[in-house]
């Protein structure tokens, strides 16, 4: 169900700094920018690695983490249907982030955050990467 790391996101108060900060310590520059949100490609496989402004983070009283993980999926809302069925709780709800990717997270019964996502990059790597 659960098919490999597809995202990993942070918050910043400040994200022009915090991407600043990224890029010198990653030694890149973000490879996608929009209003409230930048994103490097880290590694071989490039995996994704974004920072959020922080005024878009998902109220749900004290945050059980700073970081979301996002688990690629191949349908998130059937796997968020299922998480839930077993217990978890959601946290955000299924949302559409833009052609292709589509997330959505749930606190586990542990108190953990546990992300889901359908996406693009991640099918378009392994396809890339299997003979």
């Known amino acids: 169900m659960l098919n490999g790391f597809a995202t990993l996101n942070f918050y910043a108060d400040d994200l022009q700094a915090a991407s600043a900060w990224y890029a ?4 890149i520059e973000p490879y996608f920018q929009r209003p ?3 994103e490097f490609r880290v ?3 490039e995996h994704e690695f ?9 109220d749900a009283g004290a945050q059980p983490g700073g970081a979301v ?18 217990g978890a709780v959601v946290f955000q709800p299924v949302t559409a982030r833009g052609e292709g990717f589509v997330t959505a997270s749930v606190i586990d019964p542990f108190g953990n955050v546990l992300g889901v996502m359908e996406n ?3 099918t ?3 396809a890339a990467h299997t003979p």
Not at 50 to 58: C, L, S, V
């Open 24 to 27: 010198d310590l990653l030694g």
């Open 36 to 38: 409230g949100y930048v």
């Open 43 to 45: 590694g071989p496989y």
């Open 50 to 58: 974004g920072i959020i402004d922080a005024r878009f983070r998902p």
């Open 69 to 86: 993980l996002y688990w690629q999926v191949d349908d998130v809302e059937a796997t968020f249907a299922r998480l839930q069925e077993k």
């Open 120 to 122: 693009r990059h991640f």
């Open 124 to 126: 378009d790597m392994l």
